[in-house]
């Protein structure tokens, strides 16, 4: 019992000594009250009317879209493949227009396939309507269709035409090289 009043003693001697430093106590704030103020009144602020206002934005947006229509998409979205019969419809009807088709074999769990998917589609924006671009999860096909069209390694990107493979690039590299080496590929089947 005699250290209780001992260490208040230090405890305010330290305190002291920590108020005259730079350091020290703060003084308690003073306690806040929320106080209720009269509601505030709104001006009304008149605009002209909307037509005039609208009529710029109108012929800005209509701009952007004539502009997006002559430079054509930023990327499309590659279609993918399920089946067997669904890749037979594909080619018939690449083959009817006479299109060249390009297939991307890869793997939801292949970590390049997944990074070079993006830039395939931007890859595709590029090509369009001319080429079409499709994609093929190999682990969601049967394997009958993986070696039907002779896919070995992972991503696997084909060009077909006529309804017969006629080149293929191996994606085991950086994604740039795998992109200029698939444009040329395209340029030349076209």
Same mark, same amino acid.
């Given at each position: 019992?005699?250290?209780?009043?001992?260490?208040?003693?230090?405890?305010?001697?330290?305190?002291?000594?920590?108020?005259?430093?730079?350091?020290?106590t703060?003084?308690?704030?003073? $306690?806040?009250?929320?106080?209720? %103020? &009269?509601?505030?009144?709104?001006? #009304?602020?008149?605009?002209? +009317?909307?037509? =005039?206002?609208?009529?710029?934005?109108?012929a800005?947006?209509?701009?952007?879209?004539?502009?997006?229509?002559?430079?054509?998409?930023?990327?499309?979205e590659?279609?993918?493949?399920?089946g067997?019969?669904?890749l037979d419809?594909?080619?018939?009807?690449?083959?009817?227009?006479?299109?060249p088709?390009?297939?991307?074999?890869?793997?939801?769990?292949? $970590?390049?396939?997944?990074?070079l %998917? &993006?830039?395939?589609?931007k890859? #595709?924006?590029?090509?369009h +309507?001319?080429? =079409?671009?499709?994609?093929?999860?190999?682990?969601?096909?049967p394997?009958?269709?993986?070696?039907?069209?002779?896919?070995?390694?992972?991503?696997?990107?084909?060009?077909?035409s006529?309804?017969?493979?006629?080149?293929?690039v191996?994606?085991?590299?950086?994604?740039?090289?795998?992109?200029?080496?698939?444009?040329?590929?395209?340029?030349?089947?076209?």
């Open positions: 019992m005699a250290t209780a009043p001992a260490h208040a003693a230090a405890v305010t001697a330290g305190q002291a000594a920590l108020s005259n430093g730079r350091v020290g703060r003084p308690t704030p003073p $306690r806040l009250g929320f106080v209720s %103020k &009269p509601p505030v009144r709104w001006a #009304a602020i008149s605009l002209p +009317p909307g037509p =005039r206002r609208a009529a710029p934005a109108a800005a947006a209509k701009e952007r879209v004539m502009e997006e229509e002559e430079e054509g998409p930023a990327w499309v590659l279609e993918p493949i399920a067997e019969q669904q419809r594909a080619l018939a009807e690449a083959q009817q227009l006479d299109l088709i390009v297939l991307l074999w890869m793997a939801s769990w292949c $970590r390049k396939c997944i990074y %998917k &993006p830039k395939l589609e890859l #595709a924006a590029e090509y +309507p001319r080429v =079409r671009f499709y994609c093929i999860d190999v682990n969601a096909v394997q009958k269709l993986v070696n039907r069209a002779g896919v070995t390694k992972m991503p696997s990107i084909q060009l077909w006529d309804s017969q493979k006629q080149a293929e191996i994606g085991g590299h950086k994604s740039w090289l795998v992109i200029d080496d698939v444009r040329k590929m395209i340029e030349q089947e076209e």
